[in-house]
């Protein structure tokens, strides 16, 4: 089991910049491809980021593609999302997801993460 806990998130206006974080404790968390995600009201929970266990491939959304990074760091247990020049339309309930896996293909699918944050509040106003 892991245990995914996120923070970071409030009220930015447009263009600001928020970085989220998302701690995780439980089994070995290097072991990990680490996922963002991210859900609008009324909306399906969409991708943003992804990172494999050792850092070396990430994955965008294209939306946000330039704007995001996505870092980690296994000795500290956590997942980091930069977000930079964000845009009303990045409002949303960002959760932090994980999943057992050392595939070099990254997994967009949320059903395919079984291992899943409550989530942290992003709202950018214009």
């Known amino acids: 089991q892991v245990q995914l806990v996120e923070s970071g998130g409030g009220l930015v206006q447009a263009g600001g910049s928020l970085r989220l974080s998302c701690a995780a404790s439980?089994?070995?968390?290097?072991?990990?491809?680490m996922a963002w995600f991210r859900q609008a009201p009324g909306k399906e929970r969409e991708f943003v980021a992804a990172?494999?266990?050792?850092?070396?491939?990430?994955l965008y959304a294209d939306s946000v593609k330039g704007r995001f990074t996505i870092s980690r760091d296994n000795a500290k247990n956590t997942v980091y999302l930069q977000m930079n020049s964000l845009k009303p339309e990045d409002t949303a309930l960002y959760y932090c997801?994980?999943?057992?896996?050392?595939?070099?293909?990254?997994?967009?699918?949320?059903?395919?993460?079984?291992?899943w944050g409550q989530g942290t509040q992003v709202t950018v106003s214009s």
């Open positions: 997801a994980a999943r057992t896996s050392r595939l070099q293909t990254i997994q967009v699918v949320p059903t395919l993460y079984p291992y």
């Open positions: 990172i494999r266990w050792n850092s070396d491939r990430t």
């Open positions: 439980g089994r070995t968390f290097s072991g990990y491809v």
